[in-house]
């Protein structure tokens, strides 16, 4: 498997591709809530989200060895500070396109979108979407503030984005963040009044994924269930019936067929653990018509392993998984998620992994 | 000159050495503070330049009560002590 990056609520460790942790922790002790390791030039960015001390991003180019800090991404200074916006975590970060070398998204709480054109030097406020009048409609999901968790940049073309907030929607911009649209037609919001359970600006995206082959195939796993788009998020289809569950996180697109995603599904919102404490991951490689639930090598009982939204990644062959769970528990799979293997059991609650590109 | 000292566990992350520096106000020392060092206000002040949730600064024995505007008064024998407070585990 590729190295893999794991930030945790107690620093961020690197596993080397035999599975070996490689000594020591970077930020030991304290939380990292997002990680990104930069295709383009190797770079690797961390968010830390200090108790006391506030969001810091750092960014080490010699592949974790050793980190500067950087500039983090900040709310422009209000003329009245009194209920201005601060940022509470840095929930994101993603890279710009192959021709914009330099450019990084960071997905914010409360929800807002922050770009850098210096590799983190410096950052600035996507005005675009957080002046959308929609944004007095979102409310927090999971968190006081709602939270910008998902950035997708399309690989052919970087100026076409989309984002997911909960809660808030899925937004997309086709021309770099200068504008944005409400999309994603088709989800469907329970815990709002009737009226509101098919209105785009209502939903609760927990996460998306697109294939990177075939960036139309947009995956969702949503508070509500799973959906597929083949538009680009522009509109969805729920796929019903996934067993054992359709309620979870996570989702990882496969890179090269837009037919193969995985989940990491729970009970349900009000009983976030393994159905039966049995830990699965559900796999369809149909377009959603059907799921496999893989637990190969996974606790087969009394498990309480919830696994976050950027909890569970693959690789650039599809063939290798990772998956951390907030008990601190970190698996990693071969063929594609059939059969696990535990790499570290006695982690502090993981927030995210990350293959490093090859 | 006022004299501000800071918690141990802020130098883990940032140099912060004990130091003098001149102000009639919380506001004003922090300011001539960042002069010398400036890497140390984002971890005390938010990007809207209130005092962060979980530091807490008393001037003497009394913590401040000016938290947005850091107006508190300081004279030039006050001892600032920049200080975390409770936050997780």
Redesign the interface.
């Known amino acids: 498997m590729p190295d893999l990056l794991v930030a945790t609520r107690k620093g961020l460790l690197r596993f080397a591709h035999d599975g070996k942790l490689v000594e020591p922790p970077a930020f030991l002790g304290d939380p990292v809530s997002a990680v990104l390791a930069d295709p383009r030039d190797g770079t690797l960015y961390a968010a830390l989200r ?5 969001v ?1 991003l750092h960014r080490s180019t010699d592949g974790g060895a050793s980190w500067e ?1 950087v500039a ?1 991404p ?5 003329p009245d ?2 209920g ?4 509470d975590m840095v929930w994101c970060l993603e890279a710009g396109g192959s021709q914009e070398p330099g450019r990084i998204w960071a997905g914010t709480l409360p929800a807002a979108l922050f770009v850098s054109d210096d590799r983190g030097a410096s950052w600035r406020l996507v005005d675009a979407l957080w002046d959308r009048p929609e944004r007095k409609d979102w409310m927090g999901g999971g968190y006081d503030h709602p939270g910008l968790h998902t950035i997708l940049v399309d690989p052919r073309d970087p100026r076409k984005l989309t984002v997911a907030i909960s809660t808030g929607g899925i937004w997309r911009s086709t021309d770099g963040g200068g504008t944005w649209a409400l999309c994603g037609r088709g989800l469907r919001q329970d815990h709002v009044p009737p009226e509101r359970t098919f209105d785009p600006g209502f939903q609760d995206p927990h996460r998306l994924a697109a294939c990177a082959a075939a960036p139309e195939t947009v995956w969702c796993q949503h508070h509500n269930g799973i959906f597929r788009s083949t538009d680009a998020a522009e509109t969805f289809v729920e796929i019903r019936d996934v067993l054992p569950s359709a309620f979870g996180f996570a989702v990882a697109a496969h890179p090269g067929d837009p037919d193969t995603a995985w989940f990491v599904p729970a009970i349900r919102d009000e009983r976030r653990v393994p159905v039966e404490g049995r830990l699965v991951v559900t796999r369809t490689r149909d377009g959603g018509r059907s799921f496999e639930a893989l637990g190969r090598g996974l606790p087969e009982r009394d498990a309480f392993d919830l696994v976050y939204r950027h909890g569970l990644d693959v690789d650039a062959t599809g063939e290798h998984l990772a998956m951390g769970s907030t008990t601190g528990h970190l698996w990693i799979a071969d063929g594609g998620g059939e059969s696990w293997r535990l790499l570290a059991g006695h982690l502090a609650p993981i927030a995210a992994v990350r293959f490093l590109p090859d | 000159m006022p004299t501000v000292t800071f918690t141990a566990h802020l130098a883990r992350q940032v140099p912060a050495a004990t130091l003098e520096a001149p102000g009639t106000t919380v506001r004003e020392v922090l300011e001539a503070v960042f002069a010398t060092s400036p890497r140390l206000r984002t971890y005390l002040l938010d990007e809207q330049g209130r005092l962060r949730k979980h530091v807490g600064i008393w001037v003497d024995s009394v913590p401040i009560s000016d938290r947005i505007g850091l107006g508190d008064p300081v004279t030039a024998t006050s001892r600032l002590h920049v200080l975390q407070l409770l936050s997780g585990g």
Do not use: M, T
């Open positions: 200090l108790g006391h001390f506030g810091k800090e983090a900040a709310f422009p200074a209000a500070p009194e201005a916006p601060a940022v």
